[in-house]
């Protein structure tokens, strides 16, 4: 049985730039505060906690990566559609400028 792709989610490109931009601040912030707790000098099961908060920081910063990604696919494809659509306008202008075209007699 072939593979159907999976169709395409639509979303709103500023909701997602937003989401973006707060994820990685949050990311920041976290990470900050291991970094301050580590120079503290902590016990075990803190430094525990630490390790386990440092990998769900990696999870997410590659889903991150993966999301900035994906969002230049879009723009980059909203910017070459655009292109081509001012290109197939330049056309047409051009044509309509040249008025219509003579039969052959």
Same mark, same amino acid.
């Given at each position: 049985m072939?593979? &159907?792709? /999976?169709?395409? &989610?639509?979303?709103? $490109?500023?909701?997602? +730039? #937003? !989401?973006?931009?707060?994820?990685?601040? *949050?990311?920041?912030?976290?990470?900050?505060?291991?970094l301050e707790?580590?120079?503290? #000098?902590? +016990?075990?099961?803190?430094?525990?906690?630490?390790?386990?908060?440092l &990998? $769900?920081?990696? /999870?997410?910063?590659?889903?991150?990566? /993966? !999301? *900035?990604?994906?969002r230049?696919?879009?723009?980059e494809?909203?910017?070459?559609?655009?292109?081509a659509?001012?290109a197939?306008? /330049?056309?047409?202008?051009?044509?309509? &400028?040249? #008025?219509p075209?003579?039969?052959? $007699?």
């Amino acid at each position: 049985m072939p593979h &159907a792709a /999976r169709p395409r &989610a639509a979303f709103d $490109s500023k909701w997602l +730039d #937003g !989401m973006v931009k707060k994820l990685q601040a *949050e990311l920041e912030r976290q990470l900050n505060r291991v970094l301050e707790a580590d120079k503290t #000098g902590n +016990d075990a099961r803190t430094c525990a906690a630490d390790a386990a908060t440092l &990998a $769900s920081l990696e /999870r997410t910063l590659e889903k991150l990566a /993966r !999301m *900035e990604q994906a969002r230049a696919l879009v723009r980059e494809t909203k910017i070459n559609k655009l292109e081509a659509r001012d290109a197939l306008e /330049r056309r047409l202008d051009k044509l309509a &400028a040249a #008025g219509p075209k003579e039969p052959d $007699s």
